[in-house]
Nanobody
C-alpha cells in the first residue's frame, strides 16, 4: 500500500559527503514520522535520525554535527545529508516511515529496500 524508494547511496572517500533521499508513495493519509536507520555487517540496525510531521528532528548523539535530516511534506520525501564521512559510517542505510494509511486510518511501519554507503579511508 505504501512504497519507499531510496536514492543517493554510493562510494565516497573519508571526509566527503553524500545526500540520501527517500520518497514515499501510495495510500497515504498522513506520515507521522520519517527516519533513517543503518546496519553494518555483523551489527544490529540502529536509528540514525528522525523527523516528525511538524519538522522537528532528532539525530543520534554520535552523529550530531555531521548528519542532518529534513523532509518535504508536500512531496512526502525525507533527506539525510551526511558530511565529514568516516569509514565507520559504512553501512546499508534504510528509509523508514510511520504512516497512517487510507481509507482505514490505521498506522503502519514501512521500510525501504536499503541503499549501500561505503566510506573508504
Amino acid at each position: 500500500q505504501v512504497q519507499l524508494v531510496e536514492s543517493g547511496g554510493g562510494l565516497v572517500q573519508a571526509g566527503g559527503s553524500l545526500r540520501l533521499s527517500c520518497a514515499a508513495s501510495g495510500n497515504i493519509f498522513s506520515i507521522n514520522r520519517m527516519a533513517w536507520y543503518r546496519q553494518a555487517p555483523g551489527k544490529q540496525r540502529e536509528l540514525v535520525a528522525s523527523v516528525n510531521s511538524d519538522g522537528s528532528t532528532n539525530v543520534a548523539d554520535s552523529l550530531k554535527g555531521r548528519f542532518t535530516i529534513s523532509r518535504d511534506n508536500a512531496k512526502n520525501t525525507v533527506a539525510l545529508q551526511m558530511d565529514s564521512l568516516k569509514p565507520e559510517d559504512t553501512a546499508v542505510y534504510y528509509c523508514n516511515a510511520l504512516v497512517t494509511i487510507a481509507p482505514t486510518l490505521t498506522q503502519h511501519n514501512y521500510w525501504g529496500q536499503g541503499t549501500q554507503v561505503t566510506v573508504s579511508s
